[in-house]
């Protein structure tokens, strides 16, 4: 197995969206995904080695939309 570890000080919401988003594509590869809530909030998956690469990208790939949104968000509520 491969563990992968992604953390944010943030309020919660943008890693229960990676959870909600990860956890079905890590659970069909036979993995399980775990979220930490506390001061830092932390999401820890548990996937076999052959998908490890798979699976990183995915929550890069989900992670870069958490990003774009929260930056829009912060963009149009200035304006």
């Known amino acids: 197995m ?5 953390s944010d000080g943030g309020n ?3 890693m229960f969206y990676l959870y909600n ?3 079905p594509i ?3 590869l036979g993995g399980k995904a775990e979220i930490e809530c506390g001061k830092i ?4 998956i548990d996937v ?8 990183r990208a ?3 790939d989900k992670i870069a939309d958490v990003i774009t949104v929260n930056y829009k968000y912060k963009f149009f509520t200035q304006r």
Request: proline fraction near 0%; charge should be negative; aromatic fraction near 10%.
């Open 26 to 28: 890590v659970t069909r």
């Open 21 to 23: 988003q990860l956890n």
């Open 12 to 14: 919660g919401e943008n």
């Open 41 to 44: 909030n932390v999401l820890n």
């Open 48 to 55: 076999d080695r052959v998908y490890t690469g798979f699976v």
């Open 58 to 60: 995915e929550a890069e």
């Open 2 to 6: 491969s563990f992968i570890r992604i």
